[in-house]
């Protein structure tokens, strides 16, 4: 099998892209890789932790960057079954400077919950609406899909891992009892505020031929993929029928770093909730 390498940590910090869209999709994001797959109970806790902290209006996070007037929403996620499963806290709608003022809202109100501030009543009642939902198997599935979906999360990336995303009671225990004992604080310095690999990037929108941005960006890819190694005669084929037809430009990396991304899986999020759910 094709051997899935973690990519080194790295703080891309600053980044914009433009595109050619409506004023109104201007939008930033803050990217943070978590740990590994195989970091079964940590990856369950960072996907409470979000839930509270940013899974309504009033939790604390979306709260203030709402009231910070940032940008029209403010939203965050949680993607596991990759080999590096990440979390994202997102703005849709930026107003001006918002992307400017972004990071440090984001860093200030969480220090100030890993300082003291963190709510444990809400975190408890993420918890459990979490205990619930597992218990429950309600995923809008057949459950053996569903299942065989979440084995994989793990089973992908060690193969000792097959069942570890199968069982849960030993991971809500330990976060019952961690709850008290300043787990979570230490969970938002350790996974968000001293990461040392993130990325922060906002997406400028600009007037233009948005065919033109295209052949920018398939001349840009092509320079990279004839620097890649590891890249099969099947994706270099996308490529170029994509090129030749001028159309949407296909997501292509490197082989070792796709990790899975593709939403077909049931992630912790959804596992908790059901499909389609985002904080």
């Given at each position: 099998p094709h051997e899935l390498r973690e990519q080194a940590p790295v703080r891309a910090l600053g980044v914009k892209r433009n595109m050619a869209t409506a004023p109104e999709n201007a939008c930033a994001g803050l990217g943070y890789v978590i740990g590994n797959a195989c970091e079964r109970t940590r990856m369950t806790a960072v996907?409470?932790?979000?839930?509270?902290?940013?899974?309504?209006?009033?939790a604390p996070l979306k709260r203030a960057?709402?009231?910070?007037?940032?940008?029209?929403?403010?939203?965050?996620?949680?993607a596991d079954s990759l080999l590096q499963p990440f979390a994202v806290i997102q703005l849709r709608g930026l107003e001006e400077g918002g992307a400017e003022r972004f990071r440090p809202v984001v860093e200030k109100t969480l220090r100030k919950l890993a300082d003291g501030g963190l709510d444990r009543t809400l975190v408890e009642a993420s918890l459990s609406r979490a205990e619930f939902v597992m218990r429950e198997r309600?995923?809008?599935?057949?459950?053996?899909?569903?299942?065989?979906?979440?084995?994989?999360?793990?089973?992908?990336?060690?193969?000792?891992?097959?069942?570890?995303?199968?069982?849960y009671e030993d991971d809500f225990a330990f976060l019952r009892k961690?709850?008290?004992?300043?787990?979570?604080?230490?969970?938002?310095?350790e996974a968000f505020l001293d990461s040392d690999h993130m990325a922060e990037v906002e997406i400028v929108p600009v007037d233009g031929d948005e065919d033109a941005?295209?052949?920018?960006?398939?001349?840009?890819?092509?320079?990279l993929i004839d620097?890649?190694?590891?890249?099969?005669?099947e994706i270099k084929a996308q490529y170029l029928a994509k090129k030749a037809k001028n159309t949407t430009l296909l997501r292509i990396q490197p082989l070792q770093n796709t990790g899975k991304a593709s939403r077909s899986y049931v992630p912790v999020t959804q596992r908790m909730a059901g499909p389609g759910r985002q904080a």
């Open positions: 996907d409470i932790l979000i839930d509270a902290i940013a899974g309504s209006n009033e960057l709402l009231d910070a007037g940032l940008a029209a929403d403010a939203t965050a996620f949680f309600e995923y809008g599935m057949p459950d053996g899909v569903a299942l065989a979906m979440s084995s994989l999360a793990g089973w992908l990336y060690d193969d000792d891992a097959a069942t570890s995303y199968l069982k961690a709850l008290d004992e300043g787990y979570f604080e230490r969970l938002i310095r941005y295209e052949e920018e960006r398939l001349a840009a890819l092509g320079s620097t890649l190694g590891d890249v099969t005669p």
